[in-house]
Every structure is written in C-alpha cells, then in structure tokens.
C-alpha cells in the first residue's frame, strides 16, 4: 500500500470505496467491482477503516460507484449503436477491463493515466496472476503536459471509430484550460461518439474537501454550476447534453434502498456527444 500512496492516493480512495461498497453496502449492489480489493491487497477491516470518514455522508459515499456505474450503463447501451472503443481518462485502479473484456472481445479499451500509476497496476494485476485481456490498451498521458491524442494514437486509437469516453473524478483537479482541450479532443472523435464525465459543484463541500487536500499538497480547485459545464460542453463542439441529476441518479439507482445510500448532491456526471 505504502508504494500506492506514493504513486496516487487518488487512486487508492476510490478503489478502497468500491472495495467497500461490497463489504458494507446492501444488495442490490450499484457496482460489483470484485477486484478491487484484490488490487488493494488489504483485509476488509482495513479497508472499512480506511474509509471511514469517506463514508460519512452517504451522498457522498455513493459516488464513488454511481459514476462508474453510470459510464458503464452508457458503454453498454452504446455498444448497441455499434461502439467499438472505450477510452478510460484517468483510469487509475478501474477494473472494468479485468470485469468484462473477455465478454466483449469486439471492443478496444484505452486506459490513460499517469505512467508510473499504470506501471504499478500492471504489476499488480501480475502479482496476482491475472491474465490481463488483449483488447486492453495503456496509454501513459500527464493532462496538463501531453497531449491525449498523441498519447491514444501510439497506441492504436482510432478517433474515426464510434467510441465512448469516461472522464470520472478527474476534473476538479485539473485547470479549465486543461479541461476545455480533452472535451475539444471528445468533439473530434467519431460522429455519435459520447463522453460521460463528473464535475464538482461550487459550494460548502467543495470548499471542505479542497482545504483537506491542499493539506496534502494536492491542487484541487475547479468547479462547476451545472450551467457552466453545459456551456463549456456546447463551446467545445460537443451536443445532446444530458444531465444526470439527483432526481434521476435516485430514480434510477437509489430507489427503495434500505441501506441508506442515496444519489450524490456535490458530484454530478453529465453526457455529450460529438456531432
């Protein structure tokens, strides 16, 4: 764990939190990530102690496993209109690849990131003797410093094929700049391609979480209304935004559950489309 903390802690917060969902949450499960806590190394105590405060707040805590959820719903009905790519930004300890390639070989799956992050989780998924499935694709990008379309493209990418995009977590620690080139990039790809990705919005617990990290060293500091991140989608190229509220996240995931998880307030995801 000790070599993860220093690679991204990021990373480890949201694996710890799906690892928990399965330990502590009630049925139906919103995300059956079953390797996380293979990939974390750790005994459920430990991982129920390392999420303790993350778990508080149970908009919160929901979070962490609605927004892959939510990607992958929308993965598996693009797959439907003839996607063939799915490109992870900032895949961190994501197991989607581990969880499903084999189940669909016709599909390419790009997983960016940081390149000693990517290192250490090939390592690990060795260590565990995972076969690790050929369709998978690493492409090593810093967003701030390198270009994701040079990075996807020596890999095999290719932007004329229908793709969907996953961009989850990620932009609240990046500069608008920064984030205004990936969803240029998104509006280029494939006519019908689809980005799904989070935001933060401004407010009491974006304040909160940004003073605890910056603690830490960490930048994290851009936020969203959801009218500004439509406005930044639209001014980017991209069209047919749709917003998963909290309404809809609760209708359609939360509904009827007894285990006291219910649909995120400061994170929001949202959809859109290049034309």
Known sequence: MAQLLGVNITALGATAMRARHLIVDGEPKILNDRFAKLLLGLEDQVIRALTAGGADDPTIASAWVLRSRYAEDRLAAALTRGATQYVLLGAGLDSYALR??????????????????????????????????????????????????????????????????????????????????????????????????????????????????????????????PDAIGDLLAQAGLKDIYHLTPERAQAQYFAGRSDGLVAPESERLVVARSP
């Open 100 to 225: 499903e390639a084999e189940a669909k070989s016709e599909l390419l799956i790009f997983e960016v990131d940081d390149p000693s992050l990517q290192q250490w989780k090939r390592d690990r998924i060795g260590e565990l003797n995972i076969s690790l499935p050929k369709s998978v694709r690493f492409a090593p990008c810093d967003f701030e410093t390198t270009s994701i379309r040079d990075s996807l493209e020596t890999v095999g990418f290719d932007r004329g094929s229908p793709t969907v995009v996953s961009w989850l977590g990620v932009t609240q620690y990046l500069t608008p700049a920064a984030i205004s080139e990936t969803l240029g990039w998104a509006a280029t790809l494939a006519s019908g391609s689809e980005i799904v990705l989070t935001y933060v919005l401004p407010g009491p617990t974006a304040e909160k979480q940004k003073a605890m990290l910056a603690a830490r060293g960490m930048r994290f500091e851009t936020f969203f209304t």
